[in-house]
């Protein structure tokens, strides 16, 4: 225990001590400083603020931003809005273990970062009004000066090489996945307990099948701890005897190749269909009600299949069984059946509403 306390007063004294490092080489005041860092460390969690680092070719990023460019605010499908950051494919590594990369490249990117969570507000309206008055002066920066973005950098530079200890909350194996369209695959999921538990499963099982699909995003640490999560909580609801069969399934989501997607996507829906067999009519209802309307969305918004469309959203339509549950689910239930085929933006967005409601409850 004594140990324990030992370490623990180790860590704040270095907290202070980086923080009021920063303070005296930037002129901020260490409350100032703190914010900053609690905008980035919050990052991972944070159910409004959206960090995406986009893979980039090197030929592709400014000549004055060459390992990392924070480009700004980006609005996807369904409203999500991403604060969006460049990182050469070079750098690919650093984006999911940004701790070991090295040292230039660990500033450039929490430079971009600091500025992601200043220009969204997210690190406070001080912050704020700083980084849109740097921006201000880089649009009024002479033709001459080769660094687009002088007065941004300067903003955040003595920030990102003194507060190490935000690194591992921007590129560490805490930063959820989305897919193409900007829809969470790996986003941590509270699953609670009675009918809303199963419906959860259902929806992030129907994660797991886009997950094979993404190969790159399924390698990484919180993918595979997100896999884990799934694995033991379905467990949890199967019968004893049943719960052997569910754990065959794990090596599927291990080091997926692209030429056998289809036959392990095959695999995991056959026994998952056999387990859910094993469950009550409501509980497995429950689980089809998530499964599908993450189904719908992923569908409208990637393959728009009209006989897939029509067969999911009319089997989502009919589920009632967790109306009782989830206020406004019957309500949007009907609309997603009522919606003309081949509306696939407001399917998804109706059905991106559905998926919300179960597993963030609003």
């Known amino acids: 225990m004594q140990k324990s306390v030992v370490a623990f007063c180790a860590v704040l004294i270095s907290m202070q001590t980086s923080i009021a490092s920063a303070a005296s080489a ?9 914010e900053a860092d609690r905008a980035v460390l919050s990052i991972p969690t944070s159910p409004t603020f959206n960090l995406a680092l986009d893979p980039t070719p090197a030929s592709d990023m400014p000549a004055w ?77 002479a033709a001459s000066v080769s660094d687009r973005y002088a007065n941004r950098h300067a903003l955040v530079r003595t920030l990102a090489e003194t507060q190490t200890n935000v690194y591992s909350s921007i590129g560490g194996a805490g930063s959820p996945s989305m897919d193409d369209f900007g829809n969470p695959l790996t986003e941590p999921i509270d699953y609670g307990n009675g009918l809303l538990r199963f419906a959860r499963l259902g929806a992030a099982g129907s994660r797991l099948v886009e997950l094979l699909e993404y190969a790159p995003a399924l390698q990484e640490p919180f993918s595979q701890t997100f896999v884990d999560k799934w694995f033991s909580e379905f467990s949890d609801v199967l019968p004893s005897d049943r719960r052997a069969q569910l754990a065959q399934l794990r090596p599927l989501f291990v080091n997926p190749s692209t ?104």
């Open 26 to 34: 930037t002129g901020y005041s260490d409350a100032e400083v703190r």
């Open 65 to 141: 931003d060459p390992i990392a460019h924070y480009v700004g605010r980006q609005s996807l499908p369904e409203g999500i809005v991403v604060y969006a950051v460049l990182v050469d494919e070079r750098y690919r590594d650093a984006i999911t273990d940004l701790p070991h990369a090295a040292r230039a490249v660990q500033i450039a990117i929490a430079s971009a970062a600091f500025l992601a969570v200043m220009d969204s507000g997210q690190a406070g309206s001080a912050w704020m009004a700083r980084y849109s008055q740097a921006a201000d002066a880089d649009s009024q920066l």
């Open 259 to 362: 030429d056998n997607i289809h036959a392990r996507e095959v695999q995991f829906n056959s026994a998952i269909l056999s387990l859910l067999g094993s469950l009550p009519s409501d509980e497995s209802s429950a689980w089809g009600i998530g499964y599908d309307a993450n189904e719908i969305r992923y569908n409208a918004d990637r393959f728009k299949s009209a006989d897939e469309d029509y067969k999911l959203r009319t089997l989502l339509s009919r589920y009632s069984d967790l109306d009782a549950d989830v206020p406004h689910l019957a309500a949007l239930r009907q609309q997603i059946g009522a919606l003309q085929p081949g509306d696939w933006t407001t399917i998804a967005k109706v059905a991106g509403q559905i998926v919300d409601l179960i597993v963030k409850g609003h």
